[in-house]
């Protein structure tokens, strides 16, 4: 084991309007636009040189670890595909030598929470490998490595939000073209305002993790077989990206929960599965509580929900929620995005 360990951490996504308009081909075609904003939940990498020749993965969130002799061939499949095939990629565009290798990592967030968690950790995995190799690569080069490793090395289906917010950190809204154009466009949101929106906000963690993947994919064949109802409910959730930023930047969060409610309604013509009957009661119970509006968070099904409370209605809201299988996840939104820095094991 050496002394000197390359750290890293990323924080999650809280998607606030637009998740959907970022998958392509509706991004190529009509162009997509998404507001979200990070939050304090994070992946944490660690990066450590050995001596042992051997190329060691471990995720202690899954408490699983797999274990390589250099001169083996690393597979992409199973639980740790996101550590190798970051590995085997950052090999092959920015080769070094060594004698031993251990990728250690954590998320805050379970996969298929609708956080953003896998986009995140892949975010932070190249950020460690930035650190120890001096790589220079500035925020839209991370954000668009980790999003071509991602889909096009390990497969996964998927939008290109995540890795952006990820990697920038803070409230933005982003405008998604064709040919992979991405523009960050960060908001200067009063101070005032984001301490009410952290107030109000309440984080439900459903403790029903879903397939992102299954969803996405249906939602793409329905802009490929130009299905009317799905496109046009695309259409809404780009509307209300705007919508959301204009309410955050003018400080009207009076109407957060409807713009949320707007959302909800229209998102649930993307995909089928998207809602159920388990999460609408969910939902339901929420608005009935106090709760002025809510959004499923991610590609839907499961994972983690979010709620508007105005006033002092949150602390029912909770109470409420406390009803069903799950628990309410405290966070602040943050302003950085990635971060790495070396440390040490002494």
Known sequence: MTDKIFRSRAPLRLGLAGGGTDVSPYSDIYGGAVLNATISLFAYVDIELMTDRKIVFEAKDYETSESYHMDEEIDLKGQLNLLKGVYK????????EHKGIRITTY???PPGSGLGSSSTLVVALIGAFVEMLNL???????AHYAYEIERNDIGLAGGKQDQYAATFGGFNYMEFYKD?????NPLRIKPEYIYELEKNMVLFYTSKSRESARIIKEQVENVKSN?????NAMHHIKEQSVMMKEALLKGELHNIGKIFDFGHIHKRNMAANITNPHLENIYDCAKSSGASGGKI???GGGGFMAFYCPGTSRYNVIKTLSRFEGKTIPFLFTEKGLTHWRGTNI
């Open 136 to 142: 220079p690569l500035g925020e839209y080069d991370i």
């Open 297 to 299: 968070s991610g590609a």
């Open 107 to 109: 998320v805050q967030a």
């Open 227 to 231: 299905n009317s109802a799905s496109i």
């Open 89 to 96: 990629r950052i090999m092959i565009d920015f080769p070094f």
């Open 180 to 184: 992979d154009k991405t523009i960050v």
